[in-house]
């Protein structure tokens, strides 16, 4: 078990290299660097190359993308030109917001999914699996920013039940901070939910004609402990896969949401990266995202082994 | 007579889909006495599974309806509504039940020690320490090696043949007073199928258990089974005692069962005589005899009357209206000489041997050992001859058949082919003999093209080797060999999934004969195929050598089929030929230790030769071909094994009539190879 994670560690270390220097790459050739965006577009040509050389724009790439690696693995993700504070400080604030925010929408996406999956498999044919299924498409083919500006109109601006837009922290109270996380976490939570329920159902769907659920009835356990005991963990192992998929979009979708709900996290603060041409702050968020993604692969792949004594046990003997 | 244990009236289940229903058990009775065991037998949809299902209540649902009957275990109508809900605490304790595949019928995810505890705890309320005790004793009982080590391992880490042992552990460890094996051994090796019958038969008679085996095998059933129910069509068609049911067949289904088995004394001149025609499909209840379409027997009453079991003896009850059946065995008219060229060699494998590496590791791949799938094989095939290559699951017959067909390349050895070397040939040149040489696959269902008509399917080999000049030779070709093989060239346009087991089987066959090959390797060709269909195929293969004089390597693991077919027998057992012979020296005088065991593992459909035979057993599993035991690689299974065996591998010893033997037994018998 140690030498797979080992493994899995390594190989994940080896991609968040090959993304680093990828994103790095496309954001010096965009056109438009820093220095310009800056000092705007009446500065001279003098001034502009001036901070060039301050900022070290002037050095080559490889050389570049060295320096700057160096500095992150030490800690130091630069100076934010937009936000005038060193990009860590920025992140530090921000990003606990969307962490949050990401994770209660994870967790009720999954947990109501594979429930409402259990529900619909074990229902199948009845009305509740033609309702449960009928919505799960529903969220699988409706986008975030759809699902999160219908929900504003219903539950804010028509019922007028929360607030429209916002954010509270939960140190100041955690009714206000409900109140404000609600919405965001819904629109969040809804395609993953979705995803993951139709996931669960035809995984179920399918263990329950395995063998082995036959053999289990044989013993004579009841329906109740054949569900929980042997069709719902080899159930789970497609279900796990979907996980690390979720995680991303949820990162994904977060920048949606949070442009939405006006939520202070670090969609947002991509966004205005971008938009200011921001390239450490771009390149720090970047890179967390891209450890998110690729820690929570990871742990999919040790959740693997944790669910699957087949791959944990590694091979057959005979 | 005491009161039955468990006693079936009248059940009756369907399958009510949306389009159609399929009837598949129509008012089948049997019972079961305290300690007796009965076999239920029939050929694949007869409804002999879902019977016992139904009775247990383990029939899904929907689709799957017991819309009449009762079963009674113990007094207590099973079936009723008000009664169900005791099933979960009948189920496992009183009754339990073993499946066909051992390897999928076990939880994936959880130890075998859980899933027997599991069972203990559920029923017996023991506490967790107790229960494990009494899982490891029951694990014991069906002789698992190092049974407390094995509690903690998952099913993949273990054989089928040792799955299969943990499935009984699970179903006994309760006591049940009735075990059911659902074709219990079908998927495994007849060495291990062996060892798991007697295992089972010793327990249930120690414990007195009632035991229902349920098999399409009538060799089993003459072999361990008191009484015997024939199933057929969704009903039972006949039963009796089995020495009175084999002695004196009443039913022509029965009687055309036993005609189209090949068994393992049987004599050269017997001919196997095929059940024509398919299994009904049961979309409608039935009126008449079920058998009715392929009885061969059948009298006018059979037309108007419903099939009604009555006595025909005592205990005998047959379903059949034929009043005067002929139930004998058949011969063959003449004894038709095969024409064999002993002096024209069409194929000489010379040690031939075929290593596949083991690797470990996804990026960096580190070479961890070595399979030997295939180490050093000599044979000869000749014009007119089939040489038969039998063994068990991983013995390394397949791996010789690819390496000749040059699918594979062998890692040693020579391979002629019509007196030309063709071991290390390019593809390119050996491609000109591709149409000389020929295979017939196992599995009639993936092997063709779905995609394909069968009449393109038949005549791709004319186009891709050029056999043929126009359009108009090209259809009579194809015409011809859909004749040959007795297919209606009529169904040319047809897709291969419209056509019956055997129906496809046959195409295959025309494949193969399409480029007048001089050899055809035949892969497991009757394996696939249920037993009446057998029969067909193998007269079929026997009637063509005949005509054509093609030679055949037929590669198979059931020797019964392998007997009636083959010239001379070579018996593989983990990648070398142990024994080499004439088929009436091989059958009648093995030599080989694993010949005998593997002739004693195959029981007879006849209980009176049964009872006569002297049976010599298999110890222990197959090992792997991975880590191959040293010495002669059957010491760690042979009962005669000594030191020498241990440590020296024997070397062929051919005797005067061309018998060949590698075992340390008779080295001083015969001259040396």
Redesign the interface.
Same mark, same amino acid.
């Given at each position: 078990m140690i030498k797979y994670v080992g493994k899995k560690v390594l190989v994940s270390i080896l991609i968040l290299l090959l993304v680093s220097f990828m994103a790095y790459w496309i954001i010096s050739v965009l056109p438009g660097d820093a220095a310009l965006i800056a000092l705007g577009t009446e500065a001279t040509q003098e001034r502009v190359e001036e901070l060039r050389a301050e900022w070290k724009l002037d050095e080559p790439l490889v050389n570049r993308y060295g320096a700057w690696l160096v500095n992150i693995v030490h800690g130091d993700f630069g100076y934010s030109t937009h936000y005038k504070a060193p990009c860590l400080e920025i992140l530090k604030e921000r990003m606990p917001i969307t962490a949050l925010l990401g994770a209660i929408s994870l967790a009720i996406g999954v947990v109501l999914g594979i429930l409402l999956g259990i529900l619909a498999a074990v229902k199948r044919g009845r009305a509740v699996d033609t309702i449960v299924t009928f919505l799960a498409n529903l969220g699988v083919s409706l986008p975030v920013f759809w699902v999160g500006i219908l929900l504003i109109y219903l539950l804010a601006v028509w019922l007028k039940l929360l607030p429209v837009q916002g954010y509270a922290s939960p140190a100041e109270g955690i009714g206000e901070f409900l109140r404000y996380a609600c919405l965001p976490c819904i629109s969040m939570a809804w395609g993953s939910m979705a995803t993951v329920c139709r996931q669960t159902r035809s995984a179920v769907l399918e263990t329950l004609h395995q063998h082995y659920v036959k053999t289990a009835r044989a013993k004579g356990l009841t329906e109740r402990k054949i569900m929980f005991r042997h069709i719902l963990k080899n159930s789970l192992i497609p279900v796990i896969t979907l996980l690390g998929f979720q995680v991303r979009n949820l990162v994904g979708g977060s920048v949606v949401v949070e442009q939405i709900y006006n939520i202070p996290g670090m969609g947002r603060t991509l966004i205005q990266a971008v938009d200011s041409r921001d390239t450490n702050m771009v390149l720090a968020c970047l890179m967390l995202i891209a450890v998110i993604t690729i820690l929570s692969s990871l742990l999919v792949d040790i959740a693997y082994g944790i669910v699957d004594p087949r791959i944990r046990r590694g091979g057959s003997e005979a | 007579m005491s009161e039955h244990i468990l006693e079936v009236k009248q059940i009756s289940t369907e399958f009510r889909m949306k389009h159609r229903t399929t009837y598949a058990v129509n008012g089948v009775s049997f019972y079961l006495d305290r300690g007796e065991t009965i076999g239920i037998v029939g050929e694949s949809g007869s409804g002999k599974s879902v019977t016992q299902m139904s009775a !247990?209540g383990?029939i899904?649902s929907?689709p799957g309806v017991v819309a009449e009957g009762s079963v009674l275990f113990e007094g207590m109508d099973l079936v009723k509504q008000e009664n169900k809900k005791m099933?979960?605490? @009948?189920?496992?304790?009183r009754i339990? +039940?073993i $499946?066909q595949?051992p390897m @999928?019928? !076990?939880?994936? &995810? +959880? &130890?075998v020690g859980q899933q027997i505890t599991? &069972?203990i705890c559920?029923?017996l309320k023991l506490s967790r320490e107790e229960a494990k005790k009494r899982a490891i004793a029951y694990m014991k009982k069906v002789k698992i090696p190092d049974a407390e080590l094995r509690y903690d391992n $998952?099913p $993949?880490? $273990?054989?089928g043949g040792m799955c299969q042992r943990i +499935?009984i552990a699970?179903?006994m460890c309760c006591d049940p007073s009735i075990l059911i094996a659902d074709e219990a051994t079908t998927a495994l090796d007849v060495t291990t199928q062996a060892q798991i019958l007697e295992m089972l038969q010793d327990i249930v008679k120690e414990t007195n258990t009632s035991l229902i085996i349920v098999t399409h095998n009538l060799g089993i059933v003459a072999r361990y089974a008191d009484r015997i129910y024939v199933m057929y069509g969704g009903t039972i068609v006949e039963t009796a005692e089995t020495d009175e049911l084999f002695a004196h067949p009443s039913h022509a289904y029965t009687i055309g069962l036993l005609n189209s088995v090949p068994r393992l004394d049987d004599s050269k001149e017997r001919m196997l005589m095929p059940i024509n025609g398919i299994p009904p499909t049961l979309h409608k209840k039935p009126e008449r005899c079920p058998f009715y379409d392929r009885c061969t027997q059948r009298v006018e009453r059979c037309e108007k009357e419903a099939a009604i079991l009555h006595e025909v003896g005592a205990h005998h009850f047959s379903s059949c209206l034929n009043p005067c059946l002929d139930a004998s065995l058949k011969t063959c008219d003449e004894l038709v000489e095969k024409e064999i060229d002993w002096s024209d060699t069409v194929l000489k494998v010379e040690h031939l041997r075929m290593d596949f590496p083991l690797y470990r590791g996804s990026?960096i791949k580190k070479r961890i050992g070595t399979v030997r799938a295939v180490g050093g094989v000599s044979f000869e095939v000749h014009r007119g001859e089939t040489l038969g290559l039998v063994g068990e699951s991983g013995c390394g017959k397949s791996t010789v058949a690819n390496c000749i067909m040059h699918l594979l390349k062998p890692t040693e050895g020579r391979i002629s082919f019509l007196g030309q070397e063709v071991t290390n040939l390019p593809e390119k040149e050996f491609r000109r003999l591709r149409k000389d040489i020929q295979l017939i696959f196992q599995d009639p269902f993936s092997s063709l093209d779905p995609k394909q008509t069968i009449g393109e399917i038949v005549g791709e080999p004319l186009r891709v080797h050029g056999l043929t000049s126009g359009e108009k030779e090209y259809r009579e070709r194809v015409t011809e060999l859909f004749e040959m093989i007795g297919l209606d060239p009529e169904l040319q346009s047809r897709a291969p999934h419209e056509l019956s087991g055997g129906q496809r089987q046959r195409i295959g066959i025309a494949r193969a004969l399409a480029s007048r090959p001089k050899l055809i390797i035949c892969d497991e060709p009757v394996s696939a195929l249920d037993v009446s269909v057998q029969a067909q195929i193998m007269n079929l293969l026997e009637s063509l050598q005949q005509r054509l004089g093609i030679s055949y390597l037929f590669v198979a693991h059931d020797l019964s089929v392998v007997r009636h077919i083959s010239d001379r027998i070579a018996v593989m057992y983990l990648g070398k030929i142990v024994e080499l012979g004439d088929w009436k020296a091989l059958y009648e005088s093995p030599l080989h230790p694993y010949t005998r065991t593997l002739l004693s593992a195959i029981p007879i459909p006849d209980p009176v030769v049964e009872r006569a035979r002297e049976r010599q057993k298999a110890l222990g599993d197959i090992p792997?071909a991975a880590s191959i035991p040293s010495g002669c690689s059957f010491h760690t299974r042979c009962p005669y094994a000594t030191e020498k065996c241990r440590a020296q591998e024997p070397a062929v010893t051919v005797f005067e009539d061309g018998h060949q033997v590698s075992c340390h037994l008779y080295a001083e018998r015969g001259g040396h190879a």
């Open positions: - | !247990l383990l899904e929907p099933l979960h605490e @009948i189920r496992g304790k339990a +039940m $499946f595949d @999928i019928s !076990l939880n994936p &995810t +959880m &130890t599991e &069972t559920e029923h $998952f $993949f880490e $273990f054989s +499935m699970m179903a990026l792997s």
